[in-house]
């Protein structure tokens, strides 16, 4: 990989007249807006469908998108909608997602499509059923099946043939709903080929795409329901032990997960071929693809389902090199970033230096605790990807604003802060470019800004609060701000430190 710089921006928070980031017009507008700046990489979250937490590390599916994705313009270009639809599916608020007002609302004119679709779009969808046999008629189905228990997950079905996926009555269930199983197959099609369609534009535009893989799937997902083997769970359903991860940075009681752990015995004789085809469908679908949480392939830290926090947990060892020795069998490992944050051990190091993966820097993480911390950019590798924070980070302004006056003090230093005021926010904010400024002037071969950065936005922008279930995953740019951003300035830094 060649020196050079990216944006983190989930597709959610693309501006847009329709209360959603999807795949349309606006996403190509920016793809050329990074372009512009010197730009080489756009980096999102998951595209998984989300549940009521909108979290999209907490997916229906692997495989899945999320249909809140689909761009409904496209869909009128195709006949399926009328204007005067679209227009009553406008949302007045351009600054934060409304996923309350979008769940109501956005599956009725789903609904209204898909009633009009022409044999022609019906044979396509029936020509990527084929080719995604693998996942998505049992997602689909589910989908279904969840709608006709009032949307409840698997666990909570009455019907015990149905929800242990006993294969005569999943064979019944696709013949009596046929037409509900397809209305999910049509979401899931629109969803690929808009996305497939749009990416190859940005693509063309000089913008490579980076994505994002969650470690772990939801109990509630459609993964465990049809693949249950391939998850550590009781003969009832439920999991023994759940994921989380030990006290930290973000939390003092550390964070249970409640995702089921992997039967990794089972995975590796099958030789991974669930990851391997996971795995293969996100690098379909970005160019670069990022796999959350890499310390869990060493080591992860399980939890009794029953806890009340996760420090009752423990490390129990994962498969190692042994995984990724077919991985790198089957992909290549620039395709691949580690996410190698958290509590690293040894052995941590050791996997992500066997592997060859890029890993991460954080550079929030800089002035806390050690003073000659691997997040301060004089320590970084050049095999790195380095970030001023991720979604999971506050920004820089609100970061500088909560900080230890002491922390604050060093990072100012640190980054050579010769202003009259490090709190003043906004698109000219001296604190922000100094952050800024100075992670590009570091040997990583790629740096990464969240787009609230590069406006000097504060705390009340920041993508997740990491602990806290409710108010995430909101965040809107408008597009009022992004004319604002100065354009020139981070053109400028793109090309001094040879990033363009």
């Avoid at 099609?189 to 749009?198: D, G, L, P, T, V």
């Avoid at 693509?203 to 249950?228: C, F, H, Q």
């Avoid at 991860?245 to 030789?271: A, I, R």
């Avoid at 470019?433 to 009340?460: E, H, K, N, Y």
Wanted: charged share 25%; proline share 4%.
């Amino acid at each position: 990989m060649k020196r050079s710089s990216g944006i983190l921006l989930h597709i959610s928070s693309l501006p847009g007249k329709y209360g959603i980031g999807s795949f349309g017009k606006e996403a190509l507008k920016f793809s050329k807006f990074l372009k512009e700046m010197g730009f080489t990489w756009w980096q999102t979250l998951p595209f998984g469908t989300t549940d009521d937490c909108n979290s999209p590390y907490k997916s229906f599916s692997a495989f899945a998108g999320n249909p809140l994705f689909i761009d409904l313009p496209t869909l009128a270009e195709k006949g399926f909608l009328t204007e005067e639809e679209l227009k009553e599916n406008e949302c007045s608020n351009p600054y934060f997602v409304n996923f309350e007002w979008l769940n109501k609302t956005r599956y009725k004119i789903f609904h209204l499509a898909y009633e009009r679709i022409d044999e022609n779009e019906k044979n396509k969808i029936k020509e990527f059923e084929k080719k995604n046999k693998h996942w998505l008629p049992d997602f689909a189905l589910y989908m279904t099946l969840r709608e006709k228990n009032n949307n409840t997950d698997w666990y909570l079905w009455k019907d015990e043939e149905l929800k242990f996926h006993k294969k005569e009555a999943v064979e019944k269930a696709f013949e009596k709903y046929a037409d509900e199983v397809f209305f999910h197959e049509f979401l899931q099609y629109e969803f690929y080929s808009q996305w497939e369609k749009i990416k190859s534009e940005i693509n063309k535009n000089g913008i490579k795409m980076i994505g994002d893989m969650p470690i772990y799937v939801s109990l509630e997902s459609a993964d465990v329901w049809a693949n249950r083997e391939l998850f550590d769970l009781s003969e009832d359903g439920s999991p023994r032990l759940v994921a989380g991860v030990p006290p930290d940075y973000f939390s003092e009681e550390g964070q249970m997960w409640g995702n089921p752990l992997y039967n990794w015995e089972l995975m590796k004789k099958q030789n991974y071929s669930w990851w391997i085809e996971r795995i293969k469908n996100s690098l379909q679908i970005f160019d670069m693809v990022r796999i959350d949480h890499f310390r869990g392939f060493s080591a992860y830290w399980g939890v009794p389902a029953d806890a009340e926090n996760a420090k009752s947990g423990s490390w129990i060892k994962g498969p190692g090199m042994d995984f990724f020795n077919v991985v790198m069998k089957k992909f290549n490992n620039s395709q691949i970033i580690a996410e190698d944050l958290g509590d690293i051990d040894e052995d941590v190091i050791k996997l992500l230096k066997e592997t060859k993966l890029p890993g991460m820097r954080v550079m929030q993480f800089a002035f806390i605790g050690d003073r000659d911390s691997i997040h301060l950019p004089h320590n970084y590798e050049k095999n790195v990807i380095a970030y001023t924070g991720t979604h999971d980070n506050n920004t820089i302004l609100g970061w500088l604003w909560e900080a230890a006056p002491e922390n604050r003090k060093t990072a100012l230093e640190y980054c050579n802060f010769t202003g009259k005021d490090w709190g003043m926010g906004g698109y000219y904010s001296e604190s922000c470019r100094s952050v800024i400024r100075t992670l590009w002037q570091s040997p990583a071969q790629l740096t990464i800004v969240p787009i609230q950065d590069l406006c000097g936005f504060g705390s009340d922008t920041k993508m997740n609060q990491p602990g806290i279930a409710n108010g995430n995953w909101a965040f809107r740019i408008t597009e009022d701000s992004l004319n604002q951003i100065d354009k020139k300035w981070i053109e400028s830094i793109n090309d001094i430190y040879r990033r363009k």
